[in-house]
């Protein structure tokens, strides 16, 4: 309650002092807001990346040392080996990685394809089509997890790769990120493209879809992310240690009676490097898309 209260009177005082300082001072101000909050964000990056290194006493002793005295290399294989030495966390990153691919690639496609029908399509009910799915937006997956989970039960789906995959394949989030991005996609290239004869598939694949780089780049990261992190469905439907995923496997390795910390660090540390590698990959796609078509506009 106290953190939240300080944080609440900083933000007050920089709004305050953006109000009243000349402009120098207002850039000067920025520099350092941007400075503390990047290292407000990097510092539990950076002791996660520290304490893979070390041993579990050097860890949890205070003061912390951000440099550790011994790099502890075995940290890394008990994190690869499990506390029982049967190495699935080879197979559980594996898994993750079909998972989340095939649902990226599924909802980028169909968020594609739905987005741009309604936002280049004029047809009957095409709004409201658009407002009842974003209506499923404002429902959270814990009302809908059992009844989906008895779903995927009763299609025994269950312990599969289809159980994981197939109730992700498309979200409302993409639908409306494509549709809104779709919005500003010059009518006139569209419309050249048919006078040539080009087919509407033509259109969406040749021209649209590839096209569409920085909104797809961006839905990319955030749905690979999202499905990276998640843990409360493969839970439920992954009962086979084998197909289990990554978050599944950290859950399971920290409450491991003999787990110690810096094994738990090197299994995070791990685990984030597919998310990081993917981000920076496609890093000036995400940061660039506000411009890809200022030149078809003037």
């Known amino acids: 309650m106290q953190f939240l209260v300080i944080l609440t009177i900083i933000f007050l005082l920089y709004i305050v002092l953006m109000i009243v300082l000349p402009e120098r001072g207002k850039n000067i101000l920025m520099?350092?807001?941007?400075?503390?909050?990047?290292?407000?964000?990097?510092?539990?990056?950076?002791?996660?990346?520290?304490?893979?290194?070390?041993?579990?006493?050097?860890?949890?002793?205070?003061?912390?040392r951000w440099i550790p005295e011994k790099i502890q290399w075995s940290n890394f294989y008990r994190a690869l080996a499990g506390n029982d030495g049967n190495f699935v966390f080879l197979r559980n990153t594996l898994?993750?990685?079909?998972?989340?691919?095939?649902?990226?690639g599924t909802t980028l496609i169909l968020s594609c394809i739905t987005g741009y029908a309604l936002a280049k399509f004029h047809f009957r009910g095409r709004n409201t089509v658009f407002m009842f799915i974003m209506m499923t937006m404002m429902i959270p997956f814990e009302t809908i997890m059992v009844p989906l989970y008895m779903v995927v039960l009763n299609l025994n789906l269950q312990n599969t790769y289809g159980g994981l995959i197939i109730p992700f394949m498309m979200n409302a989030f993409g639908v409306f990120m494509m549709r809104q991005y779709l919005l500003t996609f010059p009518d006139d290239v569209i419309a050249a493209a048919r006078i040539d004869g080009c087919s509407e598939p033509g259109i969406f694949s040749r021209i649209v879809f590839v096209n569409s780089g920085p909104a797809l780049a961006t839905l990319a990261i955030l749905t690979f992310r999202q499905q990276w992190d998640n843990l409360m469905w493969p839970l439920m439907v992954a009962q086979d240690q084998r197909l289990k995923t990554i978050p599944t496997y950290i859950v399971s390795f920290a409450e491991e009676k003999f787990a110690d910390e810096g094994a738990m660090m090197a299994v995070a540390l791990l685990a984030s490097l597919p998310m990081v590698i993917m981000f920076l990959s496609l890093s000036k796609y995400f940061l660039g898309g506000s411009a890809m078509y200022s030149a078809g506009k003037e």
């Not at 990346?49 to 949890?60: D, G, L, N, S």
């Not at 898994?95 to 990226?104: C, F, K, Q, Y």
């Open 31 to 64: 520099t350092l807001f941007l400075i503390v909050s990047a290292v407000v964000v990097l510092t539990p990056l950076l002791f996660m990346f520290t304490a893979a290194f070390m041993p579990a006493a050097e860890i949890t002793s205070i003061p912390y």
């Open 95 to 104: 898994n993750s990685l079909i998972v989340s691919s095939v649902i990226t």
